[in-house]
């Protein structure tokens, strides 16, 4: 299992970002697949996870302004960010729960800072 997770960087606050996880490694179409991230000093919090049947969770912090979906053919998760807050910033990680094991992609850094 491979999970590669892209697209983070430097914005201002009110800016937007995408996130990708490019998955490899088992059948992407039937499991949930998630986000979750880790600010300097704090634990991993979740994000956002979307089922194989596309049905949608997020975070009360995130709720309107993250939109996760899931490209099947593509094998690759995405996470719309829009309005982002510097509290946003933090290490963005993909991650599958397979077999009854978890699995965590490298994160990608998102600094949301003026």
């Known amino acids: 299992v491979q999970l590669q997770a892209s697209g983070g960087g430097l914005v201002q606050p009110g800016g937007s970002l995408r996130l990708s996880c490019a998955a490899a490694?088992?059948?992407?179409?039937?499991?949930?697949l998630g986000w979750y991230r880790q600010a300097p000093g704090k634990q991993r919090e979740f994000v956002a996870n979307?089922?194989?049947?596309?049905?949608?969770n997020y975070a009360d912090s995130v709720k309107g302004r993250f939109t996760i979906s899931r490209d099947n053919v593509k094998s690759t998760m995405y996470l719309q960010m829009v309005s982002l807050k510097p509290e946003d910033t933090a290490v963005y990680y993909c991650h599958l729960v397979y077999r009854d094991r978890d699995y965590w992609g490298r994160g990608t850094q998102v600094t949301v800072s003026s």
């Open positions: 490694g088992f059948n992407f179409r039937l499991n949930t």
């Open positions: 979307i089922t194989s049947g596309r049905t949608t």
